[in-house]
Every structure is written in C-alpha cells, then in structure tokens.
C-alpha cells in the first residue's frame, strides 16, 4: 500500500485547507487511517483517525470542532479539511493506513502504541499557518 498526501501550503491564520491522501491496494473500505502531524523538533502528534468501514472520526482535542477527517472510498482518498488554522497547526502532515487493528480510533491517533500500529506512512505535506 502506498499513501500520497497533497493539499498542503501557505495559508493565512483563521483560513481554510483540505488535504488529500491517495491510496493503493484492495482494502481501503476496511482500513483504520489516521493523520498525523509532526513539527520541527517535534514528535509526531496525532491529528484524527477513522474508519473507512464507517463511523465517527476521531479528533485530538486541539482540533475537535476545526478540522474534519473523512473519505471517499471509491475514489481510495482520505482527507482533513482544517478549518479557522492557528499558527500552531503548522507542520508536516503525514497519512497512515493500517488493515487490521484491536486499537479503537482514540488510541490508534493518542497513543505511541497506537502510533506504532500504523503499518503505512505517506511521505507528508506540508502546512505553514502565519
């Protein structure tokens, strides 16, 4: 499986981005997905996860109510649409795809362990806020 992020770029703090991640393979209805976001100097920080076999997304809390994670199945893309972006929102975001997890979506996006379970990561997109 191979993970693609576009969307990225500058945008201005109280604006608006929606980032798209394109998927390879035969499973995409029946991924745990996640995005990420990760800093200069800083680790990794999950953003949102979801299911692609459905349901309610997952959100950090310093995005619940901003950013919405959703996907499209046919087309094999998952996506974060940023609302009202803060400098703070500012970083690399990476994708991931994992086929099969015991991990609920809180702990797949909060956790290291559920970080470590993600078996394909993107390359990223980048997001600068000013």
């Known amino acids: 499986v191979q993970l693609v992020e576009s969307g990225g770029g500058s945008v201005q703090a109280g604006g608006t981005l929606t980032l798209s991640c394109a998927a390879s393979?035969?499973?995409?209805?029946?991924?745990?997905m996640g995005w990420f976001r990760q800093g200069p100097g800083n680790g990794r920080e999950g953003v949102a996860s979801?299911?692609?076999?459905?349901?309610?997304?997952y959100y950090a809390g310093a995005v619940k109510g901003r950013f919405t994670i959703s996907h499209d199945n046919a087309k094999k893309t998952l996506y974060l649409q940023m609302n009202d972006v803060k400098p703070d929102d500012s970083g690399t975001y990476i994708c991931?795809?994992?086929?099969?997890?015991?991990?609920?979506?809180?702990?797949?996006?909060?956790?290291?362990?559920?970080?470590?379970?993600?078996?394909?990561w993107g390359q990223g997109t980048q997001v600068t806020v000013s």
């Open positions: 991931a795809a994992v086929e099969s997890t015991d991990l609920g979506l809180g702990e797949l996006c909060q956790t290291s362990v559920g970080r470590d379970e993600f078996r394909y």
């Open positions: 393979g035969s499973l995409f209805s029946s991924y745990s």
């Open positions: 979801i299911y692609t076999g459905g349901g309610d997304g």
